[in-house]
């Protein structure tokens, strides 16, 4: 499978990139990585031959002074399920040791590259910065975030000119039929059956 091109340079970094995941550790011998999707069903991981990484961030874990700098882009050559994780092969990645210099790193694949969504079926990425407004044609406020509860998941919706990560002037709509009429990407607009007052 040939990856798409992002420009002329290989390490071009997309201007769609989106975080998906992280690595966790080496998997084996032969150089195989172990990533934990941020996604419970990671096929953006799949989709993508051309992986593009980031250091963690300050807090987490720091590299060893002897480690080679982290490379900008990982071409895989193989990615399969593994349990709750995704594990995956990289073309450059010789050994363990290889891999276990990747620890800890983000990983990001372009938007452009996921896998087109069903009907009625959204990614969190494309929700995040959406207007939400009633049936009434009231402005509730825009979207921040998802939670996942199981079943299905939350709008987490702040009113234009909230102070980040103000909670109490947050409002939580399920994301289900019975509560949102309609989505709109092209309008960058979503529909709720919710009143001001709940």
């Known amino acids: 499978m040939t990856p798409a091109s992002t420009g002329s340079d290989p390490a071009t970094w997309p201007?769609?990139?989106v975080e998906v995941g992280r690595i966790v550790d080496a998997w084996g011998v032969k150089g195989w990585i172990k990533v934990q999707p941020?996604?419970?069903d990671p096929q953006a991981l799949f989709s993508s031959r051309r992986w593009?990484?980031?250091p963690a961030p300050?807090?987490?874990?720091?590299?060893?002074?002897s480690v080679a700098a982290l490379p900008t882009l990982l071409r895989i050559a193989q990615v399969k399920h593994h349990g709750d994780?995704?594990?995956?092969?990289?073309?450059d990645v010789a050994d363990r040791a290889g891999a276990e210099a990747l620890k800890g790193a983000r990983v990001f694949v372009p938007r452009s590259s996921?896998?087109?969504a069903d009907a009625d079926e959204y990614y969190w990425v494309d929700l995040i910065g959406l207007s939400v407004v009633n049936l009434q044609g009231e402005h509730l406020g825009i979207v921040t975030g998802l939670l996942d509860t199981g079943p299905h998941s939350v709008?987490?919706?702040?009113?234009?000119g909230a102070d980040a990560g103000d909670e109490a002037a947050e409002r939580l709509v399920p994301f289900v039929a019975a509560y949102v009429a309609a989505v709109s990407l092209d309008d960058r607009r979503i529909t709720v059956d919710w009143g001001l007052d709940y």
Request: glycine share 4%; charged share 20%; proline share 12%.
């Open 155 to 160: 709008l987490r919706i702040a009113p234009e």
């Open 52 to 54: 593009f990484l980031q």
């Open 85 to 91: 994780v995704v594990v995956a092969q990289a073309h």
């Open 15 to 17: 201007e769609d990139a």
């Open 114 to 116: 996921f896998p087109t």
């Open 38 to 40: 941020f996604a419970a």
């Open 58 to 65: 300050a807090q987490g874990p720091r590299r060893p002074a």
